[in-house]
């Protein structure tokens, strides 16, 4: 085997190589942010609940507003509690 061919496998490979990355980068698409943002608001939007009930997807989208309020005022009950200033 030559040096030329062995250079010659060498770009061939790097390009496969970099065709897969390529293809794989393609495929994540978004970036974690982006993909965690999509996915909290199909959550509260209850784009999980069944399309065809308006009444459960209105509840679900309330119960999930309302549990994240309830999380946020224990968040805030829990510092203020720890720093002492209740």
Same mark, same amino acid.
């Given at each position: 085997?030559?040096?030329?061919? !062995?250079?010659?496998?060498?770009?061939?490979?790097?390009? %496969?190589? *970099?065709?897969?990355?390529? %293809?794989?980068?393609?495929?994540?698409?978004?970036?974690?942010?982006? %993909?965690?943002?999509?996915?909290? !608001?199909?959550?509260?939007?209850?784009?999980?609940?069944?399309?065809?009930?308006?009444?459960?997807? #209105?509840?679900?989208?309330?119960? %999930?507003? *309302?549990?994240? *309020?309830?999380?946020?005022?224990?968040?805030? #009950?829990?510092?203020?509690?720890?720093?002492? !200033?209740?």
């Amino acid at each position: 085997m030559t040096a030329n061919d !062995k250079d010659q496998q060498d770009v061939t490979e790097s390009k %496969r190589i *970099l065709d897969r990355v390529n %293809r794989e980068s393609a495929a994540a698409g978004n970036s974690v942010i982006d %993909r965690n943002v999509a996915r909290a !608001k199909n959550h509260f939007n209850a784009d999980d609940a069944d399309a065809e009930d308006p009444i459960e997807i #209105w509840g679900t989208r309330i119960g %999930r507003v *309302l549990g994240l *309020l309830v999380l946020v005022a224990m968040i805030i #009950w829990v510092i203020s509690y720890t720093t002492g !200033k209740s």
